[in-house]
């Protein structure tokens, strides 16, 4: 599986930003696909995750009402909607496979074996 993240940029505080993460390779099925994110001197965090299968979706709780994940099936391509965005949401972001769809562990860094390369979003103030 291939992961390839876009959408990224400079953005100021309030504004909004889509990020894609287009995906090929063997089947996704039945995956879980998540969004990750890293600042600068911190740890990955997980943002948000979706079943591919059923559209399911798991937020970091800080994220619910912001940010919006959400797939495309037809074009193989997972997507993260990010409104109002402010400074702290500086960071790379990266998408993530799990194939073997462990939803009940989304939001766990280990489950996913397939990492896209990131995309840096930068939020000015």
């Known amino acids: 599986v291939q992961l390839q993240a876009s959408g990224g940029g400079l953005v100021q505080a309030g504004g909004s930003l889509r990020l894609s993460c287009a995906v090929s390779g063997r089947t996704i099925n039945n995956s879980v696909m998540g969004w990750f994110r890293q600042a600068l001197g911190k740890e990955r965090e997980f943002v948000a995750a979706?079943?591919?299968?059923?559209?399911?979706?798991n937020y970091a709780e800080s994220k619910k009402g912001r940010f919006t994940i959400s797939r495309e099936i037809a074009k193989n391509t997972m997507y993260l909607q990010m409104n109002n965005l402010q400074p702290e949401d500086t960071a790379v972001y990266y998408c993530a496979a799990d194939r073997l769809g462990r939803f009940s562990f989304s939001s766990t860094t280990s489950i996913y074996a397939y990492w896209g390369q990131g995309t840096q979003v930068t939020v000015s103030s």
């Open positions: 979706i079943a591919w299968s059923d559209g399911r979706t």
